[in-house]
T-cell receptor, first 114, second 116 residues
């Protein structure tokens, strides 16, 4: 059973640049989530997909952020015109779409803005 | 407004003893609760969950207790082992309101150190 895979593991970029992260969920999981975690905090919800449909977005997800899951499999999270405050760990999780199912997390992409 | 609170940032326990990690929540709509363990440079790993229709769930050395009237849950680890040293996150979600996203709301975590 392959777990949730995220790429890249680390990304360092200059302020104002665009970045894109990829998440490959566990293969049979219909639901896919993005979270952001900063130092000393728990993960915070960003957005959620069921298959290819983006069903909910947090207020944390400003218009500089966009997420896609084009074929209901992998997902991408893009941040445009990055700012210092975007520095964080971006976590992807997936789960089955039946009843109460735990979300399983990848190891995250750590974004550092110079 | 923090809806899930873990008031102890850290906890130290001797190997072989019981570790008790606590979590309080304010949103009475929460009906599914989970505990995750996190090692440095890794994502959170699911440990155990409990639905609001139960007050206890056990899996090996891990037991979660839910007290709905007090809006409190706890994770018991018995016996504690050095490999249990990690940050533990409590999380909650609303499954059955029809709102639909199943997003998790996390506490800030408790760092557990198990001393050999």
């Amino acid at each position: 059973d392959t777990g949730v895979s995220q790429d890249p593991r680390h990304k360092i970029t200059k302020r104002g640049q665009n970045v894109t992260f990829r998440c490959d969920p566990i293969s049979e999981h219909n639901r896919l989530y993005w979270y952001r975690q900063t130092l000393g905090q728990g993960p915070e919800f960003l957005t959620y997909f069921q298959n290819e449909a983006q069903l909910e977005k947090s207020r944390l997800l400003s218009d500089r952020f966009s997420a896609e899951r084009p074929k209901g499999s992998f997902s991408t999270l893009e941040i445009q015109r990055t700012e210092q405050g975007d520095s964080a760990m971006y976590l992807c999780a997936s789960s089955l779409a039946v009843g109460a199912q735990p979300q399983h997390f990848g190891d995250g992409t750590r974004l550092s803005i110079l | 407004d923090q809806q899930v609170k873990q008031n102890s940032p850290s906890l130290s326990v001797q190997e072989g003893r019981i570790s008790i990690l606590n979590c309080d929540y304010t949103n009475s709509m929460f009906d599914y609760f989970l505990w995750y363990k996190k090692y440095p440079a890794e994502g959170p790993t699911f440990l155990i969950s409990i639905s609001s229709i139960k007050d206890k769930n056990e899996d090996g050395r891990f037991t979660v207790f839910l007290n709905k009237s007090a809006k409190h849950l706890s994770l018991h680890i018995v016996p504690s082992q050095p490999g249990d040293s990690a940050v533990y996150f409590c999380a909650a979600s609303v499954l059955h309101s029809g709102a639909g996203s199943y997003q998790l709301t996390f506490g800030k975590g408790t760092k557990l150190s198990v001393i050999p």
